[in-house]
């Protein structure tokens, strides 16, 4: 049987999205469609899977056996995400094992600010090549970059891959958890006037890098992105709602939100961030 013809793929696929339907075969994919859609779902895999091992050292860390019941658990959750994710590239044809072996995911950088810069090859946010040094830091990683992937992942709920859309109902209702637990935390802490100050200083380090991690507004990657049905807000939309929500937050728990500026002139590599 000849080959069908992308332009015509094309036009298939353009009516199935212009009418709300899910995509489901690999068939029903236009070459455009499967690369931005794989480049996507890679990029949750492999944050899922770095931020996973980042966690690894506060099982033993934690402050009592209960936290580390808790740790042990949301590390839990996050390899099980990253292999919900590698399972569905699977299923696009990536040889996931040999990317596992070609890539290291306990990397870390020891810089204090990246900005939204490139530090290897695998495709995690750029959040994960920060260490999690002390308690308040893996607190403070709950309560922004997780609230931060659940305000990017809303997206996934209802794309227009209907693989990705199954996978994501329980990896959301999980993530929230984990941004609970942050909460929980982070109000305990800002509230005692003894780790008052050291609350306030981790959130002026992880509120930052969580911002970064949206992507630039107006981003023609993103506009193409919803085009195709696999975001449906601009990236300025996404990171604006997170950004009321940690200011919410932090008047309730009496915090001062840091002050974030984007990056433009001084950027001189592709940033490396979702859309």
Known sequence: MAKEPERVKEERLAERLAKGQKIEKMEEMTEEY?????HLMMMQADSELAGAFGYVPWI???PDIKETLQVSQIVKDEVRHARVMYRLLEGMGVDVDQYFKEHNFTLRVDKRDIGTMRVADDKRVNIFYYP????????MFNFCMDRGAGHQLEDALDCSYKPWCDSMEGIFKEEAMHMAHGDQWVELLAKDDKTHEATQKALERWFPRTMNIFGRANSPKNAIYRKLGLKKRDNDQVR???AKEIADKCRQ???KVPEWQPETEKMTEEPFIPG
């Open 253 to 255: 728990f009496g915090l």
């Open 240 to 242: 604006q709602s997170f």
């Open 60 to 62: 033993m860390k934690s």
């Open 34 to 38: 499967r690369g931005h859609l794989t």
């Open 132 to 139: 999690i040094e002390t308690w308040y830091d893996f607190i």
